[in-house]
């Protein structure tokens, strides 16, 4: 006689159905880690802004991203897995495996990015999840990844906050920080400007601008300036005449623009229309500087950034063998030189990889254990370290300027300097850092 | 008093684009009964021909010069626009310098058949339509031509400058014997947005189609009855907002490099200066929009949030609009202008 019954049938139907409609990372007891690839291929997920205010980056990020998964699996001319200092990658894949990506539309708003972030790991698999642009971003979908147990591999992000106190075990960070832009700027600064100076802050009131103004004013007060007031200006502010305005009579001779992408522009070219940079105050030039430059965002300002003093992670321009290289790969392809957020975003996509063969899995926590403390070269930043205690890169960082004579739409930016590491370097439990703790790496399980 | 004459002209500049934007809503909300919720994107549009007009005066001759090499190390390839070369450096450099003045020249065709397209195409099958309807068909609209540009554009604001002439400022304060410089092309922007103002009162005022319409707009079915092809003209009003809309979007291109979603910046706050004006009317709409973009500028000085932020009420700047809005439609539900009846069936 059968055990069959109708009831028992049911229950079974329940449960078998009930297993394989649950996301994979609830039932990752059963593997190892999440998402652990089992076919001949391993998926990567690449979230980035492909509508919003950052499109044009996330654009950029992405022709990056396919560049790298090209190159891992052996197409084009390798790139800068020739010039890079460990030789695990043989373009054979990762481990073997076939790298295959999906994409996600963060449209530079956390709750957008989570939620793609979100639909990569559970209905595509996706092992790895890297992009942003915005600290905001990048903050949320790395809480989100730690909690998930996948990698979060950092695009452009700049707050301390992202290594700082919202760090996680399973989230690194390529790019530099408001703290190394301000310690490379303010020498550069003071040199230029003498020591002798007041300045007027404009803040984008947002976890990257109070992070980035904190870092500037201590730096250049550091240097002998007085910060005369610091104004926060809410994100979407398109017109910020009312802003500009009253630097006018502050006193200032110096206007931080601490603002990014849209608010950058637009707060540039109001300052330079209100005739700031030529005015006389206190009996020197009125100056303008920008903590952080894009050259995507440098040429929306146009030749209004002429002159300006900022700071950037990388630049097309630079002359050793693995921005060389990059350069090559990416203007080939695509046409244009990359901007420093396809760098980032290159980089991490390699050094992950890297990690995966170095430790031989993608278990979350052996890669996490092959990128701390490890040491490279050959990516375009000289000798670099992802330090263990923070997974913050150190490197060194470019001050550069916008070009006075452009010879293309390209060229608005030139490196006035290459500040190296130890000027920009800080401990794990700097004040400005403060107040997160690393955690433990979450592989899911 | 220098820094708050600058935030009276700040007003004045912001009140320009308010009240501009305002009244092509309200003389299509006048006229035809439709919240357009595309309006802004024709604002946006506007400023779309300017840029336009720009790349078009950029398209280039390339030569190739081998003593330059480009970021791949090939020989340089060296641009020269054909207007350049047509005209010479002189007078060539001189056209592309006075794109933004010229772009009016453009805009005014275009926009008008655009908003001739847009109300044959689409707005005229929504006219017999719930409010609701019409504005989820506007603001679909409005997101699809956002799109659109920015698929051709890109998202990145693309500069678009004012003519070397009108770059930097001029010490209007020292008229009244105070210091306070302002942008000369903001001065500019005033002053185009109250010839437009003025001129669209004067149209409707001082022409025969202009009475036409007026009457239309009180009584729609009796001017019909007349004989009059009143759906034409309002037709015509509709291109004639969307050249509004149009042209202060061209002129405002040097004030902020112009980006696909410029047109939603304004919108909302547009359609505040509306309610707050009141439906329908057009003097309220250009004294709304002056007064909420004076009050705004105010708000974000750095006493007034000071004040605001001890009374346990922070950046007033941002909700100041919002606040005035909801005391004026409590004290006057139609709004400082409004009329009976509008919106109130």
Redesign the interface.
């Known amino acids: 006689m059968s055990n069959f019954t109708r009831r028992g049938l049911i229950k079974t139907g329940a449960t078998v159905g009930a297993g394989l409609a649950m996301p994979t990372f609830i039932t990752s007891p059963l593997a190892a880690y999440t998402n652990a690839p089992t076919g001949g291929s391993v998926t990567l997920g690449f979230n980035v802004p492909q509508?919003?205010?950052?499109?044009?980056e996330g654009a950029d990020e992405l022709r990056a991203y396919k560049l790298a998964v090209e190159h891992l699996n052996g197409g084009g001319d390798g790139g800068m897995m020739n010039t890079f200092s460990s030789k695990s990658l043989t373009g054979n894949g990762i481990l073997g495996k076939k790298v295959e990506y999906v994409t996600g539309d963060t449209q530079t708003k956390s709750d957008a990015a989570r939620a793609s972030a979100k639909s990569m790991i559970e209905k595509d698999n996706a092992v790895m999840i890297t992009g942003g642009s915005s600290s905001g971003v990048a903050i949320a979908v790395q809480g989100l990844c730690q909690e998930a147990g996948v990698i979060f591999m950092a695009g452009l992000t700049h707050s301390n906050d992202t290594t700082g106190k919202d760090k996680k075990a399973n989230g690194f960070r390529h790019f530099f920080n408001g703290y190394m832009s301000a310690a490379a700027l303010a020498p550069v600064l003071e040199a230029r400007y003498g020591k002798d100076r007041n300045a007027y802050h404009l803040t984008a009131d947002y976890t990257w601008g109070w992070t980035q103004q904190e870092s500037i004013a201590a730096a250049t007060e550091a240097k002998g300036w007085n910060t005369v007031?610091n104004?926060l200006t809410?994100l979407?502010t398109?017109?910020f005449?009312?802003?500009v305005?009253?630097v006018?009579?502050s006193g200032a001779d110096i206007l931080v623009l601490n603002h990014y992408?849209?608010n950058m522009?637009?707060s540039l070219?109001?300052a330079v229309?209100?005739?700031l940079r030529?005015k006389i105050v206190n009996g020197k030039n009125f100056e303008i500087v920008v903590p952080l430059y894009s050259r995507?965002?440098a040429?929306?300002?146009?030749?209004?950034v002429k002159g300006i003093f900022g700071s950037t992670n990388w630049h097309?321009?630079l002359s050793d063998e693995g921005s060389k290289a990059f350069?090559?790969s990416f203007?080939?392809k695509y046409g244009?030189?990359p901007s420093q957020a396809a760098h980032t975003t290159y980089v991490q996509t390699l050094l992950y990889a890297d990690a995966c063969e170095r430790s031989g899995t993608f278990n979350p926590c052996g890669v996490s254990e092959a990128l701390e403390g490890f040491k490279f070269d050959g990516m375009g930043n000289g000798p670099t370290e992802y330090r263990a205690e923070d997974h913050q890169c150190f490197k060194d960082v470019l001050v550069v300027k916008g070009k006075e004579n452009p010879?293309?739409e390209?060229d608005v930016l030139e490196v006035v300097e290459i500040t190296p590491r130890a000027q920009v370097e800080y401990s794990a439990d700097h004040p400005m850092f403060a107040g997160g703790a690393l955690g433990k790496c979450n592989p899911g399980a | 008093m220098?820094?708050i004459l600058?935030?009276i002209l700040?007003g004045l500049?912001?009140g320009s684009a308010y009240a501009l934007i305002a009244l092509g809503l309200t003389l299509i909300f006048g006229t035809l009964g439709v919240v357009n919720f595309a309006h802004g994107a024709l604002f946006m549009l506007g400023a779309f021909c300017a840029v336009s007009l720009q790349k078009l005066m950029s398209v280039s001759k390339i030569t190739i010069d081998p003593s330059?090499l480009?970021?791949?190390g090939k020989p340089?390839k060296v641009k020269t626009p054909y207007v350049v070369e047509w005209f010479g450096p002189k007078f060539g450099n001189a056209i592309i310098d006075w794109n933004v003045p010229l772009a009016i020249i453009v805009a005014i065709p275009v926009m008008l058949l655009v908003g001739y397209v847009m109300e044959r195409g689409l707005i005229k099958h929504f006219y017999k339509r719930p409010h609701a309807d019409q504005i989820l068909v506007t603001f679909g609209l409005a997101i699809v031509i956002q799109e659109l540009v920015?698929a051709n554009f890109?998202?990145?604001?693309?500069?678009t400058?004012a003519p070397d002439q009108f770059?930097?400022?001029y010490n209007i304060g020292a008229l009244i014997g105070l210091?306070?410089?302002?942008?000369y092309?903001?001065l500019i922007y005033f002053a185009f947005s109250a010839i437009i103002i003025s001129s669209v009162f004067a149209f409707l005022r001082f022409t025969t189609f202009g009475m036409v319409v007026r009457a239309g707009m009180a009584d729609r079915e009796t001017v019909g009855l007349l004989g009059i092809n009143i759906d034409r003209r309002f037709t015509i009003m509709f291109g004639i907002a969307a050249a509004v809309a149009g042209l202060a979007g061209v002129m405002y291109t040097?004030?902020?490099?112009p980006?696909y979603?410029?047109g939603m910046?304004f919108l909302v706050l547009s359609f505040v200066v509306v309610v707050v004006g009141g439906m329908g009317s057009l003097p309220g709409a250009v004294l709304a929009g002056f007064l909420l973009g004076v009050l705004?500028?105010f708000a974000?000085?750095?006493e007034v949030k000071g004040f605001f932020e001890m009374l346990y009420l922070p950046?007033i700047?941002?909700i100041i609009i919002y606040l005035v809005a909801i005391i004026v439609l409590l004290t006057r539900p139609r709004g400082l202008m409004g009329k009976a009846g509008v919106m109130e069936e």
């Open positions: 509508s919003g205010p950052y499109a044009d007031n104004v809410p979407a398109t017109d005449s009312s802003y305005a009253p006018l009579n992408g849209g522009i637009n070219t109001s229309q209100f005739g030529d995507l965002m040429r929306g300002a146009g030749e209004n097309w321009s350069v090559k203007g080939t244009f030189p010879t293309s390209f | 220098d820094a600058l935030q700040n500049d912001k330059q480009d970021f791949l340089l920015k890109g998202a990145n604001p693309i500069p400058p770059v930097g400022s210091d306070a410089s302002y942008p092309w903001r040097p004030i902020n490099s980006n979603h410029m910046d705004e500028s974000s000085m750095n950046s700047d941002q």
